[in-house]
């Protein structure tokens, strides 16, 4: 398995701003995937994110809405940009390792006012 | 969309076994059956997975008809700390496919 956490664990923001949330994971991995998660929803994957190249985004996500970094193979982060209440959710970023296993961060709670 | 049919909820008495049952009538021979769970918004937690072969882990075991359509998890010994949503996911293996998360089953074990 793998240790992934993510900062913050929650936040509170304005509408109009933007928020960067952080997945760290323990070892190397090739793939990383961003997830939301809406209240009382199940999880939808918002884009995958491969070190050395762009994010592939889901159908509905878009890259100015949602950019995401990915600077090495154990680090990614995802930007909310020009946030309204509907982008509150939980969203969580997972791996994959070799054994055709994803894992999960713990996730980031986020409220829009 | 999901490629699973599950019921949406469940009950469970402590110290019995809870039998998930989960339908993926369309599978195709490259997709495995997993199952993962999330406890009140935290982050999902892999149970199993498997390919046409029962799996047993240290959590669970996981039940594949001969046909492939169909699948049941089965909690041995069901505490109060099992009380979950519980995903069963279809995927093709070898890492590049996503996890497409249904509406789950509601377990909720009861003392």
């Known amino acids: 398995s793998a240790v992934i956490s993510q900062k913050p664990s929650r936040d509170i923001c304005q509408r109009g701003t933007s928020l960067t949330i952080q997945c760290q994971v323990d070892s190397q991995v090739t793939m990383m995937f961003w997830y939301r998660q809406q209240p009382g929803q199940s999880l939808t994957l918002i884009a995958t994110?491969?070190?050395?190249?762009?994010?592939?985004?889901e159908s509905g996500f878009v890259i100015d809405k949602f950019p995401i970094s990915r600077p090495n193979l154990t680090f990614s982060t995802l930007t909310v940009s020009n946030m309204s209440p509907e982008d509150s959710s939980i969203y969580l970023c997972s791996v994959e390792l070799a054994s055709d296993t994803q894992y999960f961060g713990p996730g980031t709670r986020l409220t829009v006012l | 969309d999901a490629k699973t049919t599950q019921p949406p909820s469940m009950d469970c008495a402590e110290g019995r076994a809870a039998n998930l049952p989960c339908n993926h009538s369309t599978i195709s021979g490259n997709e495995y059956v997993y199952w993962y769970r999330q406890i009140h918004s935290q982050g999902p937690q892999y149970i199993i997975h498997?390919?046409?072969n029962n799996e047993t882990n240290e959590m669970a075991s996981l039940i594949i008809t001969e046909d492939r359509k169909s699948s049941t998890l089965i909690l041995p010994h069901a505490t109060l700390r099992d009380t979950a949503v519980y995903y069963c996911i279809v995927r093709v293996g070898g890492g590049s496919e996503k996890l497409v998360f249904g509406k789950g089953t509601k377990l909720t074990v009861n003392p």
């Open positions: 994110a491969n070190q050395g190249s762009e994010a592939t985004y």
């Open positions: 498997g390919l046409k």
